[in-house]
């Protein structure tokens, strides 16, 4: 009895969740390229544009099961140093060049390392297409946007510590400031959820009152 309530009330907010805003959600969003810009001959594949259960690129360190190479921009000028006297890397730490390997504007969208099926092996699913616009803000150039590849220094530029607890809801699993970083560096993935598109853009958490930028600087 007591387990069959707990199933019922298990299956409601299941329903709820589904009727009202859904978590991640990425097959509605952008990074759903099965639907998007790069086409066909994908089997209907979402996570196959970035990470493979097999034969992964090992290479980018960081970006788990990765399934794309390089991107085929040699090198981008960095933000270089801050106000506060911290210097950017020389080059982005390979989980920020996972997405760059799509938001430098020249990589192919649908370059994969191994495609859907059997022995598919090296190629490109569906239509080939680069990043354009404003989404191409890599595009060579890194040194009109928020560093990246930086670190973390509590204190420089009104920095919390990294043991701050994360407030409000909306942060999944994470509990403090320091996960936000990847080895003690702020990537593309400190602001960014590459699946989660609850929040636009990708986003964190809201931006709304830039509680995202306040989430790391007390201003
Ligand atoms: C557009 C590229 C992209 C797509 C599509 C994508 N991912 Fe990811 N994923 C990433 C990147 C980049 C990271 C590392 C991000 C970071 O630093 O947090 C990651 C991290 C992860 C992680 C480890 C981090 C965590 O959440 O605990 C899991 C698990 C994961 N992805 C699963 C999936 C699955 C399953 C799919 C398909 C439904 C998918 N991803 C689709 C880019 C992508
Ligand atoms: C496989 C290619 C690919 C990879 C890898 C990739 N993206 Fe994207 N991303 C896209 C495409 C395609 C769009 C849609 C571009 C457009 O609208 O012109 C997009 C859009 C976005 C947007 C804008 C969303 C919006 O609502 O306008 C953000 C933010 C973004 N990506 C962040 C990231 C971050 C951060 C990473 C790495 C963690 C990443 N992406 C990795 C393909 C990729
Ligand atoms: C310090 C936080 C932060 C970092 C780090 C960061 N972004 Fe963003 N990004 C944002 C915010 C906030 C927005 C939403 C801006 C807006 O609404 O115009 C955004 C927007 C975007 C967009 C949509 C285009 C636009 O500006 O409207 C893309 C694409 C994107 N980011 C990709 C990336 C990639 C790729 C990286 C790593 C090279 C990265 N971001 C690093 C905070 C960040
Ligand atoms: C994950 C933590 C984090 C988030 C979120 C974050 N920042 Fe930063 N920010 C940093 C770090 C680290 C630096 C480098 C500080 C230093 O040592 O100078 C920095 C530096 C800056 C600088 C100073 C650059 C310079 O040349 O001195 C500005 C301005 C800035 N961030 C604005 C923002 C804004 C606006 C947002 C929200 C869109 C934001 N930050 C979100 C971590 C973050």
């Known amino acids: 009895m007591r387990n069959m309530k707990r199933v019922l009330s298990t299956a409601s907010i299941a329903l709820l969740l589904g009727s009202t805003a859904a978590m991640a959600g990425i097959a509605e969003s952008k990074h759903n390229l099965s639907t998007g810009n790069a086409g066909a001959d994908d089997n209907g594949r979402i996570c196959v544009y970035c990470h493979t259960p097999h034969a992964a690129n090992t290479a980018m360190t960081g970006a788990p099961l990765w399934n794309k ?6 090198a981008f000028a960095m933000y270089g140093q801050t106000i ?5 890397a020389d080059a982005p730490s390979m989980v920020s060049l996972a997405c760059l390997s799509c938001h430098d504007g020249s990589s192919a969208l649908n370059a994969v390392i191994n495609a859907p099926g059997t022995g598919a092996g090296n190629g490109a699913i569906g239509n080939a297409g680069t990043m354009s616009g404003i989404a191409a803000i890599g595009a060579d150039d890194l040194t009109n946007d ?4 930086i ?3 509590p204190g420089r530029a009104s920095l919390v510590p990294v043991d701050t607890p994360l407030t409000g809801d909306g942060w999944g699993a994470y509990t403090t400031v320091g996960q936000l970083l990847r080895n003690g560096k702020v990537e593309c993935g400190s602001c960014h959820d590459p699946h989660e598109k609850q929040h636009g853009t990708f ?3 809201s931006n709304v009152g830039s509680k995202l930028c306040l989430t790391c600087h007390n201003k």
């Not at 190479?69 to 040699?74: E, K, Q």
């Not at 506060?84 to 950017?88: N, V």
């Not at 928020?146 to 590849?149: K, L, M, N, V």
């Open 69 to 74: 190479p390089l991107p085929t921009t040699a």
């Open 84 to 88: 506060a006297g911290t210097q950017t």
């Open 146 to 149: 928020h560093p990246i590849s």
């Open 151 to 153: 670190d973390y220094i």
């Open 203 to 205: 986003l964190r958490n």
